[in-house]
């Protein structure tokens, strides 16, 4: 069975540009969740989709936001970059929502540096 | 602030000798789980713990919930270079409310 693949795997962007990054979550997952990862906040999570609604969301400012998919292919958007947005931001899908004791498994991340 | 402090932030040891790292927080957790990460992947689960004073093993790891459910520490016999990596403690506060300690980042040395 294929793992979770997240697409772009590096990206460098400039301050002010917007980014969207993509998941592709194991096949007959239908949750998906986003989390930032950095050396100096350690993995913060951004919000959760199920179903294609968003069920859970963490402590983000708007500029970030998310989506899914009726395959539930899931996509994650920030706009208006800033240089502490970057980032390794990973993804996490799941049978069930995060926390109902169904296992997460993520992908390898994308790697957003924001000069 | 974190929620879960993870301790220590770093460790460096020989092969064959063992370790404990600790995630402690001041809040209860319904469960918590323990996951470790490696360069260029995402975080692989370990294990999840559910009750207050558990103990689980999965071959030289073992892994103790704290009575309170508070605390958690994850102990290594005789690690190996493959222990290498990034061992992450996620707590539930509920059954929608995850957090992630920073990590410890072990290295072992052959």
């Known amino acids: 069975k294929a793992g979770v693949t997240q697409t772009p795997r590096y990206l460098i962007k400039t301050r002010g540009q917007q980014v969207t990054l993509s998941c592709s979550p194991i096949?007959?997952?239908?949750?998906v969740s986003w989390y930032q990862q950095t050396p100096g906040q350690g993995l913060q999570f951004l919000f959760e989709?199920?179903?294609?609604?968003?069920?859970n969301k963490g402590n983000f400012p708007g500029r970030f936001s998310g989506r899914q998919f009726s395959n539930s292919r899931s996509e994650m958007n920030v706009s208006t970059l800033e240089l502490g947005d970057s980032a390794l931001y990973l993804c996490?899908?799941?049978?069930?929502?995060?926390?109902?004791?169904?296992?997460?498994?993520f992908g390898p991340g994308t790697r957003l540096t924001v000069t | 602030t974190q929620l879960l402090e993870q301790s220590p932030q770093f460790l460096s040891i020989q092969e064959g000798e063992n370790l404990t790292v600790y995630c402690n927080s001041s809040?209860?957790?319904?469960?918590l789980q323990w996951y470790r990460q490696e360069p260029g992947e995402g975080p692989v689960l370990l294990v999840t713990?559910?009750?207050?004073?558990e103990v689980k093993k999965l071959k030289r790891l073992t892994f103790q919930f704290g009575d309170a459910r508070k605390d958690s520490s994850l102990h290594i016999t005789a690690a190996q270079p493959g222990d290498t990596g990034l061992y992450l403690c996620?707590?539930?506060?509920?059954?929608?409310?995850?957090?992630f300690g920073a990590g410890t980042r072990l290295t072992v040395k052959p």
């Open positions: 989709y199920f179903s294609e609604t968003q069920r």
């Open positions: 809040s209860v957790f319904s469960s």
């Open positions: 996620a707590g539930f506060k509920n059954n929608n409310d995850m957090r």
């Open positions: 996490a899908s799941s049978l069930g929502l995060a926390g109902s004791f169904y296992e997460q498994y």
């Open positions: 713990v559910v009750t207050g004073g």
């Open positions: 096949s007959g997952h239908r949750s």
